[in-house]
């Protein structure tokens, strides 16, 4: 089993929707999480750290869910410019290593 | 802003050639790591380093070197290089050994080996 797992896509949505990804992890010690963005042909940039509690930046909504040990992305409101794939990211205690997901496509249609 | 540095943005060498990927931070991070990015594959780790002189092997280090002779310069060898090592390179660094500290990308290099 991978250590995490995404549903590759890609998803295909028109402008104004929202669309939730998931990505589940397997290390129940893991302690840090991440969503990164990127775009094609380019380097990952950090879109939002995922805490405990759940956060919230703009359109963009990360929550994490320990028990079942899956974080999820939301986008509300789609833009035509949010179309890209979404890294998820989990670092375990300990190691201060990354384990990237391989990531979701998003496109986001007129 | 973090920024992270990488030499070259497309580089295109000969099988069996020596090749050196620099990449520069300007943060004072302690972590620096090497990744490449393949269709289909997503990001593998190659090396990384925790410190100056450091160096700890990733996923797939057969092939590679690296060389961290100072805290803000991590480089990435590959001592003959070979068709199978085309691919997009990414550098990243990160602070500290706390917990919750995200990476830094640099804007990778795309390496072609004819």
């Known amino acids: 089993r991978k250590e995490v797992e995404q549903d590759p896509g890609p998803f295909n949505v028109p402008e104004g929707a929202t669309v939730a990804f998931n990505c589940t992890y397997s290390?129940?010690?893991?302690?840090?999480f991440f969503w990164y963005r990127q775009d094609c042909r380019k380097e990952p940039k950090l879109l939002m750290s995922v805490y405990s509690s759940g956060n919230e930046d703009g359109r963009f909504t990360a929550q994490l869910n320990r028990a079942s040990q899956y974080i999820s992305l939301l986008i509300r409101d789609s833009k035509l410019s949010d179309s890209a794939t979404y890294l998820c990211v989990v670092e375990s205690g300990g190691s201060y290593i990354p384990t990237f997901g391989r990531g979701t496509s998003l496109i986001v249609h007129p | 802003d973090v920024k992270v540095t990488q030499s070259s943005r497309y580089l295109v060498k000969r099988t069996g050639e020596k090749v050196f990927l620099e990449c520069v931070q300007d943060m004072d991070h302690e972590n620096m790591f090497w990744y490449r990015q393949d269709p289909g594959l997503g990001l593998r780790l190659i090396y990384f380093s925790y410190d100056v002189k450091m160096k700890e092997k990733g996923d797939i280090p057969e092939g590679y070197s690296v060389s961290r002779e100072k805290k803000e310069r991590f480089s990435l060898i590959l001592e003959s290089a070979s068709t199978n090592q085309t691919s997009m390179y990414l550098c990243a660094s990160s602070t500290g050994r706390s917990s919750n500290q995200p990476q830094h990308f640099g804007d990778g290099t795309r390496l072609s080996i004819l």
């Open positions: 290390n129940s010690a893991s302690q840090s």
